[in-house]
């Protein structure tokens, strides 16, 4: 069929199954190029695997590491005239590359929350791998079925206290508009919030790993968090998802006592704000990004999700003498050039500055509207969106 991108609002209803594999052979590129990460994982499972920092956590991993890995996620398969899900393609052109490469890779497509999932996935490294020495944590969700009560939660994006009032964009039509973000209604919210996007599920992968003997000594854990400038503050960090953020990093200090009598370390690692299905649903965000990426680029320190999972594991979690560098709350940094003052000065200013008017020439909408539909297999030149093309592709290990 015939694939062309469908939006609702910030959502891409359609994906192209050879721009997204594209896409990934783009990525696999750049690790290649970068080189091996010596002493890096060798078999390792990441949960939230198919798009945004967990398949490019993945690719890094394998491409870089040489490992064996196992993929959770949770997708649509292509069906007959119904093209799959971006995320579904990514994976089926990552196992596909894998395989011709001679590494190990099989996926699991279901509800990471479950114990379900959990179980199967147990039962696959029992019997294809034994241990895994590195466990990625990249869901991004906007709800949870918990698996013990049965209680079905949704997170909120809301400001605490007051209301938030700024700017935002529509990255569509580029039209820069003030919005008013109703602060949260209860503490309910919040622990809405927490129960989906907090520690609690990564927490209970790290028990049920343990406890079935799956983990190798010294395993390690990652999860990610966002901090960001205060400017985004009221949504994001102060915001009921930085609540969650909070608890997230506060169970690394839970896991660390699990995984203790096998040696086992768990991190958090802040990353870079970057344009993925999550971060789009997050109103001001991607004017910050659109910004932010126009700095970055004209200074030669923009990463992408690739590079940011290589260099997380190469210069962080990897490194030749083994030590890991923390800042003073005990995460890792890969947002350290975003943050960077000379950086965030910068964006600031042109933060005071954007109208609609000014948009397209002080801002990377550009960037941030090429890199959206990048996500979903679209606008790459070496692809003829005219074609016909099969939309029925599969993911050989499902
Ligand atoms: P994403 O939306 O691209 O990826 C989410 C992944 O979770 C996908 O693989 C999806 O299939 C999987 N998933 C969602 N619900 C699932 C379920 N019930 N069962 C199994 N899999 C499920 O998101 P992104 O942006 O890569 O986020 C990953 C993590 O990185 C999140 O913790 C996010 O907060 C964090 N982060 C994101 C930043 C950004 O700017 N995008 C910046 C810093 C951290």
Redesign the pocket.
Known sequence: MIIKPRTRGFICLTAHPEGTALNIKNQIDYVRSKGTIANGPKKVLV?????????SSRIAAAFGSGAATIG????KPAAEGKPGTA?WYNSAAFEKEAQNAGLYAKSIN????SDE?KKQTIDLIKKDLGTVDLVVY????PR?THPKTGVAYASVLKPIGQPFENKTVDFHSGVVSDITINPIDSQEDIDNTIAV?GGEDWKFWMEDLHNAGVLADNVKTV????IGPELTFPIYRNGT?GQA?ND?EATTGTINNILKDINGQAFVS??????????SAIPV?PLY?SLLYKVMKQKGIHEG?IEQMYRLFKERMYTENGEIALDNEGRIRV?DWEMRDDVQAEVAQLWKEATTENLEQISDIEGYRNDFFN?FGFNFNEINYDADTNEVVNIPSI
């Open positions: 949960i939230g695997a198919s798009t945004g920092f967990g398949i959770v996620f949770f997708e995320g279901g509800d990471a929350f999932i990249s869901l991004a969700s949870r996007m999860a990610y968090s966002y998802i953020k997230l802040v990353n870079k704000a970057l344009v993925t299905q999550s971060s965000v990004i999700t947002d996500l």
